[in-house]
């Protein structure tokens, strides 16, 4: 008779506790960490500033005191007659504007050459060769056609806007997986669902990075139509404080537009967030 053995099972290893609540702790540890050094990056900055101006380094209508910049600022954006809420409100306007044309044209094309090879082929160096024009050379131009008002600042702004999102649109489009592509075919699918169920999914993190992009350089090019022909907005003001000698108005113009910049880049990055549902 024989006897068989059986082989223990080795117990389960158990479960580890406390991963996640020292990951979670580690997070919270390193964005606090991050803070605290950002506010002291600001305070040691604030204080080189304030040491250059008092030890007269260099002339108060090149470096004004902090202090005048912060009461250009209070001044500058008290509800009332000279505030600047309503420049902030027309170069808003005009960023949006251009961003949404840019980024709409730049889709709109990127698609197409992704799906007609010859004519990627034919117009792609077309786009190549007109996003070489500096566009503060053809600024004067567009006011010179299109006049004073808010039109030739959007152009402006969606021409910049327009190159990151036609890249990155025309990669998404293209680089697919060319297996998942073959299965759809031989299955039948049509070309709205080819877009739909492959395409598209594959565009969205091309697209949510070139828009992160692309609204920070429509900002950027409407500031440049302002700089050239405008009767508004912060480029505007720019250029009048700068004809005034109010160096310190211009800091605080300049340190508006850091806001909006930084603001209108954390609101994509929540639109990004909550559209693929991850960073």
Do not use: C
């Not at 991963?19 to 803070?35: E, F, H």
């Not at 990627?120 to 996003?131: L, N, S």
């Not at 600024?139 to 056609?145: D, E, G, N, Q």
């Not at 152009?155 to 297996?179: H, Y």
């Amino acid at each position: 008779m024989s006897t068989s053995t059986a082989t223990p099972r080795s117990a389960p290893p158990a479960p580890r506790t406390g991963t996640a609540p020292r990951r979670r702790g580690w997070q919270v540890s390193t964005r606090i960490q991050a803070a605290v050094l950002a506010a002291v990056f600001l305070i040691a900055a604030v204080a080189a500033w304030q040491l250059a101006v008092t030890l007269e380094v260099t002339s108060s209508l090149i470096l004004p005191a902090p202090l005048d910049v912060a009461d250009s600022l209070r001044a500058g954006l008290t509800p009332g007659a000279g505030s600047w809420w309503g420049d902030i409100g027309v170069t808003l306007q005009t960023t949006t504007i251009g961003f949404f044309i840019g980024i709409a044209v730049a889709f709109v094309l990127g698609t197409l050459l992704a799906y007609v090879e010859v004519l990627r082929m034919a117009i792609y160096p077309y786009v190549i060769f007109f996003q070489t024009f500096p566009k503060v050379a053809i600024a004067p131009l567009l006011v010179s056609w299109l006049g004073y008002g808010l039109t030739p600042k959007a152009v402006i702004g969606a021409l910049l806007a327009f190159f990151p999102m036609f890249t990155n649109t025309l990669a998404g489009m293209s680089e697919i997986d060319k297996d998942e592509l073959r299965l759809m075919r031989s299955l039948g699918a049509s070309r709205m669902q080819e877009m739909r169920l492959l395409r598209l999914p594959n565009t969205m993190p091309y697209i949510f990075a070139a828009m992160d992009v692309a609204l920070v350089m429509s900002l950027l090019g409407v500031i440049v139509g302002e700089f050239v022909g405008a009767d508004a907005g912060l480029g505007f003001r720019i250029q009048d404080r700068t004809a005034f000698g109010d160096t310190a108005s211009v800091y605080a113009v300049l340190l508006i537009l850091g806001v909006l910049g930084t603001t209108l880049h954390l609101l994509m990055v929540g639109v990004k967030k909550a559209v693929l549902f991850r960073e």
